[in-house]
């Protein structure tokens, strides 16, 4: 894959939580019965940073989950290697709370549409709202974000890659060109 362009760096990334956690804030008008679940692998990484700010602004801390969708995906028979499934840690009931999914990137919909299956699985909460830094477009299914860092039109052939200190240490967002 070829380097493209950088549309994020560290500040850029900075920003873009610190406004998604004002607007989860302002959209919630607070934090009572707010928890944040944050989709495997970079999703987790951003909930529990969007959680810091939180805390941070509000002076309250919300529960923080952990989802592996990797059996609800769609495309699970099409694999050629048997899928790494790693666990989802929900140490709080999400029946009747308001859940904030969050994960690096949205393309399709089709990862989002299996998070909301695994989140139905837990119990059944009071509103799910979607937080993603970048939404790249071409969606397949009739799924949006809530919030959203930053809007990136890209074609099919362009990959959004989202480099998190936690996860791969370095701290951008670059789009990169399939060869």
């Given at each position: 894959?070829?380097?493209?362009?950088q549309?994020?760096?560290?500040?850029?990334?900075?920003?873009?939580?610190?406004?998604?956690?004002?607007?989860?804030?302002?959209?919630?008008?607070?934090?009572?019965?707010?928890?944040?679940?944050?989709?495997?692998?970079?999703?987790?990484?951003?909930?529990?940073?969007?959680a810091?700010?939180?805390?941070?602004?509000?002076?309250?801390?919300?529960?923080?989950?952990?989802?592996?969708?990797?059996?609800?995906?769609?495309?699970?028979?099409?694999?050629?290697?048997?899928?790494?499934?790693?666990?989802?840690?929900?140490?709080?009931?999400?029946?009747?709370?308001?859940?904030?999914?969050?994960?690096?990137?949205?393309?399709?919909?089709?990862?989002?549409?299996?998070?909301?299956?695994?989140?139905?699985?837990?119990?059944?909460?009071?509103?799910?709202?979607?937080?993603?830094?970048?939404?790249?477009?071409?969606?397949?299914?009739?799924?949006r974000?809530?919030?959203?860092?930053?809007?990136?039109?890209?074609?099919?052939?362009?990959?959004?890659?989202?480099?998190?200190?936690?996860?791969?240490?370095?701290?951008?967002?670059?789009?990169?060109?399939?060869?």
């Open positions: 894959m070829k380097h493209k362009a549309i994020l760096d560290k500040e850029g990334i900075r920003r873009a939580l610190t406004r998604i956690a004002h607007e989860i804030i302002e959209r919630n008008k607070g934090t009572d019965g707010l928890a944040l679940i944050g989709i495997r692998r970079r999703g987790v990484p951003l909930a529990e940073r969007l810091a700010k939180i805390r941070e602004i509000e002076g309250s801390s919300v529960p923080v989950g952990t989802l592996d969708i990797t059996l609800y995906r769609d495309d699970l028979t099409t694999m050629d290697q048997q899928p790494l499934v790693h666990r989802t840690e929900v140490s709080f009931p999400v029946s009747d709370k308001k859940i904030v999914l969050v994960d690096d990137v949205i393309y399709t919909g089709r990862t989002i549409r299996a998070a909301l299956d695994a989140i139905m699985d837990l119990g059944r909460p009071r509103v799910i709202q979607l937080a993603v830094l970048i939404d790249r477009g071409h969606r397949e299914l009739p799924i974000a809530d919030y959203v860092g930053k809007n990136v039109p890209t074609s099919r052939r362009e990959v959004v890659a989202v480099r998190l200190q936690e996860t791969d240490g370095e701290e951008r967002v670059l789009i990169l060109e399939k060869d």
